[in-house]
């Protein structure tokens, strides 16, 4: 095969790996601070991906110009789910609240299946078969404006945990709940915050997901393992982390459904998974565990 | 070892579960058809849940993957069936120990890598989609177009080839319930069971008193990917039909676990505890959606989900426990 | 009289930070002998080497004449090594009875014969009477027996203690002293132990080391060890001496 294919392969794959990124930088931002898996991440962002549908199909507006408020409606869910929840569980064992998510996604999953039924759906916008070309390298459109979308928003997460008084605050509740008590930070609505913000991440993800791909209920499941494997590998708690291990697992993904089988991709994913968990379980930006 | 069976249980448990157990033998008796097979059913959940029960409520692992081994072991039997003609029976002396070898090299993996907790949880979805994936692509057993087993008009019941009626069916699935439920009641009286549950509670103070932690959760893995296996063997030759879609995928996965996590995860009965409430449950909720003729694929799935919600806010130990108190069946003092 | 563990020049850093220096001692079997030093001193870092929960950088321990250090906890155990933890850790969820039963099986394949055994160390643990118990509604004094029955449970010959008394109050205290020490006299069971508590240091201990900064600054008798003048800087400073 000519090199141009690889390359244009390569290139979508990474700008498709962006996005991953940012909706694995909601999951590690909540379990970074809040300590929660989030089993129910991909059914979330699935969710933002049919509001976006909806809208779509009422409005006929463009999913990025819907990008806040979707966003917004996912903050407020996460808000509601982590305050009214999820909160209770911070002092059961560990399982528990692991199980209390995966209700979570049957519930949500098999309601997205009620509601819209099981075939794919998607969005078809004025540039969705629009390219680019730079030099041999074709870019898709989409998949251009979703990443773009994705860099903007995760500076603008990185920004705010970096730069603001909140943010700040967030982090030293990550790094020491008890001292953060101490020092007088209300560590459950700091928490209810960020699990909001996670889930305003990974919504804004779905929107920029859906230009690129077709929804159905059965992709909470699978994004929400993808989700997983991206942070681990990229390094639990490492907000870089998470967008490095996302454009490495859009690269894996789509090279190997170049070489192999499309269907096979997410095979390679789990193969990274699995050398991750062994050889480098901190992942690649994260901090030794003890 | 009668002994050791009753030891300890208190003599309204023992009456009770004799009753029970009779229930069970004349239940083909008195059901129709389609209650028989809710019966069969809710025996396959039953044993699952028992077999997952070894490798969480016992040595503290939890498995969100072990659709796996019930794949393997169908795939396994069917495929040797339908190819060389080959008896279940014996084709399960050679699924069980790849099931057991695919455990065993998942427990290795994470035991020596000191993979735990959520992060074993996540790894075992992974393998069991990775199977899922594989035997979708893997054309020797027809990969995703599916395994299809000859479904000839039998005459009588061939316990031997697995060709039969529903009731044959139910009392295979009885019997391995039963001699499941009785042997891990004996293991866990046994050297064996007190290890296990030491390293439950406190790995590193078991460790302390001199117990291979490592050894011993391999073999609770071990155990169960085996006895999970043989569930596979039966949903083969029920069913008669496979599709890695269906059978690796993460949905099996979790209807496993739903029984014992409802009735109590690390308790012997919690596991057939929860098959009841959840079929007896479910059944009543079919009921209910025909008489309103709502027939929408998701709710069945939705009901389980609100379920699970509800115990794990609730009951997280499950609910059989509480229900034994009640019915004065247990035989700890506080 | 051989010594049961011999420690050689054992050495721990911690990236930088040396929490062990090259500390050597002996512990003659049937000896009681007692770990003591200031907050940081690197007790708790040499038990946990002879223990085998660290593996040290540099030196040796060798026990009952076969070098142990880096062996597996567990393999410790079954060496005829027992411990107990700074912050206990009964199982929980399990009866007295049922927690020194798990350390009797180590040595005994049968069941049974497990029980017994753990009853006859409940019984001079006076522990006997709560074996029906379960470990998480027992009080403090009660949870440190259940530790050390669980670790004797074990037919160990050396048992290691680690601020057994730590929390217990002075009749408390004395109560355990006195079984440690009849232990001792009947079974000739070696006992190393950590301690804060110098009651009970002054009265079980036949010989003494004490660290400071994670090197050994004083070992022998008791009444010599608290007079020296460097044991006293390293409590209460240079101008107590």
Redesign the interface.
């Known amino acids: 095969m000519p090199l141009d294919i690889y390359l244009n392969v390569a290139v979508g794959g990474i700008l498709t790996g962006l996005v991953y990124g940012l909706m694995a930088l909601g999951l590690s931002v909540i379990f970074g601070v809040v300590r929660v898996?989030n089993f129910a991440h991909g059914e979330m962002m699935a969710i933002a991906m049919y509001i976006a549908i909806v809208l779509f199909a009422a409005f006929k507006l463009d999913p990025l110009i819907m990008l806040l408020p979707i966003a917004a409606v996912l903050f407020v869910f996460g808000y509601a789910l982590q305050r009214g929840?999820i909160n209770?569980f911070i002092t059961?064992p560990?399982?528990?609240q692991?199980?209390?998510m995966?209700?979570?996604?049957?519930?949500l999953?098999?309601?997205q299946?009620?509601m819209f039924g099981?075939d794919a759906r998607n969005v078809q916008t004025t540039y969705a078969f629009d390219s680019y070309q730079i030099g041999r390298i074709i870019i898709d459109a989409n998949k251009l404006y979703a990443a773009l979308a994705a860099l903007v928003v995760a500076a603008a997460l990185l920004g705010f945990f970096r730069f603001t008084r909140t943010g700040t605050a967030i982090r030293a509740c990550a790094d020491n709940y008890t001292g953060a008590r101490v020092v007088g930070l209300d560590v459950e609505k700091l928490y209810a915050l960020t699990f909001a913000l996670g889930s305003a991440c990974v919504g804004a993800a779905g929107v920029m997901l859906i230009l690129i791909l077709d929804v159905t209920?059965a992709l909470g499941?699978v994004y929400t393992?993808l989700a997983?494997?991206i942070v681990?590998t990229g390094g639990l708690g490492s907000m870089v982390g998470a967008l490095l291990g996302g454009v490495l697992i859009g690269l894996t993904e789509a090279m190997a459904g170049l070489i192999f089988?499309p269907?096979?991709k997410?095979?390679f994913a789990?193969?990274i998974?699995?050398l991750v968990?062994?050889f480098r379980?901190q992942g690649i930006m994260g901090k030794r565990l003890t | 070892m009668i002994a050791?069976l009753i030891g300890g249980v208190p003599r309204r448990a023992l009456i009770l579960l004799a009753l029970f157990a009779l229930a069970t033998l004349l239940a083909p008796l008195v059901a129709g058809d389609y209650l028989l097979t809710v019966f069969i059913l809710m025996l396959y959940f039953a044993f699952t849940g028992q077999a997952w029960n070894i490798m969480m409520g016992f040595a503290g692992q939890?498995s969100?993957g072990h659709a796996l081994y019930v794949g393997l072991g169908a795939y396994t039997t069917a495929i040797l069936f339908v190819r060389y003609g080959i008896p279940p029976w014996i084709g399960f002396l050679i699924a069980a120990p790849i099931a057991m070898a695919v455990g065993g090299a998942m427990g290795f993996?994470a035991f020596r890598?000191?993979?735990g907790?959520?992060?074993f949880?996540?790894?075992t979805?992974?393998?069991a989609?990775?199977a899922r994936?594989?035997f979708?692509?893997f054309t020797w057993v027809n990969g995703s177009a599916g395994l299809f087993l000859p479904v000839a008009q039998f005459t009588h019941n061939d316990l031997w080839r697995l060709r039969g009626s529903p009731t044959m069916f139910y009392y295979m699935m009885l019997a391995a319930t039963m001699l499941a439920f009785i042997g891990c009641r004996l293991l866990l009286?046994?050297?064996l069971g007190?290890?296990w549950?030491?390293i439950r509670?406190?790995e590193?103070?078991?460790?302390?008193?001199?117990?291979?932690?490592f050894r011993y959760k391999m073999i609770a893995v071990v155990i169960s990917a085996g006895m999970t296996s043989f569930a596979g063997v039966f949903y083969a030759f029920f069913y008669n039909n496979l599709f890695p879609e269906q059978i690796f995928n993460?949905s099996r996965s979790?209807e496993i676990i739903l029984a014992p996590?409802v009735g109590g995860m690390g308790t012997l009965f919690g596991p057939i505890f929860g098959t009841f409430i959840l079929e007896g449950l479910s059944e009543g909720l079919r009921v209910g959606l025909d008489h309103a003729g709502i027939d929408?694929?998701?709710?069945k799935?939705?009901f389980?989900?609100?379920v699970?919600?509800v115990v794990?806010?609730l009951k997280?130990d499950g609910v059989w426990p509480w229900v034994a108190k009640k019915l004065g069946l247990v035989e700890?003092?506080? | 009289m051989s010594a049961l563990l011999e420690v050689n020049g054992v050495s721990k850093r911690f990236r930088g930070l040396v929490a062990v220096d090259n500390v050597s001692f002996n512990v003659a079997q049937g000896a009681i002998f007692a770990l003591i030093g200031p907050n940081g001193a690197g007790k708790t870092t040499l038990f946990n080497m002879v223990?085998g929960e660290l593996a040290p950088n540099g030196g040796t321990i060798t026990f009952d004449g076969q070098r142990i250090e880096g062996l597996?906890?567990?393999r410790i155990?079954?060496r005829g090594i027992?411990?107990t933890?700074q912050i206990v850790?009964?199982?929980?969820?399990?009866?007295v009875e049922?927690n020194v039963?798990?350390?009797a099986?180590?040595r005994r394949?049968?069941?049974d014969d497990?029980r017994e055994h753990a009853r006859d160390v409940l019984r001079r643990l006076e522990l006997y009477d709560k074996r029906?118990?379960?470990a998480s509604?027992l009080t403090l004094p009660d949870r440190k027996r259940l530790e050390v029955a669980?670790?004797l449970?074990?037919d160990p010959k050396l048992l290691l203690l680690d601020e057994v008394m730590a929390g217990l109050r002075p009749s408390e205290t004395t109560r355990i002293v006195n079984v440690l020490r009849e232990l001792n006299r009947e079974s000739g069971i070696t006992i190393l132990l950590i301690e804060h508590v110098m009651q009970a240091v002054m009265a079980l201990a036949q010989e003494i080391l004490v660290l400071h900064h994670g090197a050994a600054i004083a070992q022998g008798k008791p009444e010599q060890v608290v007079r020296e003048p460097a044991v006293i800087h390293s409590y209460l400073g240079a101008e107590a001496v």
Not at chain 1, 102 to 107: D, T, Y
């Open positions: 898996v929840l209770r059961q560990e399982h528990s692991f199980l209390l995966v209700a979570i996604a049957i519930i999953t098999n309601v299946l009620i099981p209920p499941p393992l997983f494997v681990i089988t269907s096979a997410s095979m789990f193969a998974l699995v968990l062994l379980p | 050791r939890l969100l993996l890598f000191k993979v907790g959520v992060y949880a996540i790894l979805i992974a393998f989609e990775f994936i594989g979708d692509h009286k046994s050297r007190y290890y549950l030491a509670e406190d590193q103070a078991a460790r302390a008193v001199g117990i291979n932690a993460i979790i996590l929408i694929p998701g709710v799935q939705v389980y989900g609100v699970l919600l794990v806010v997280p700890r003092e506080k | 223990a597996t906890p567990d155990c079954q027992g411990r933890f850790k009964p199982f929980m969820g399990l009866t049922e039963l798990i350390g099986l180590l394949q049968g069941v497990a029906n118990q379960v509604g669980r670790a449970a074990t």
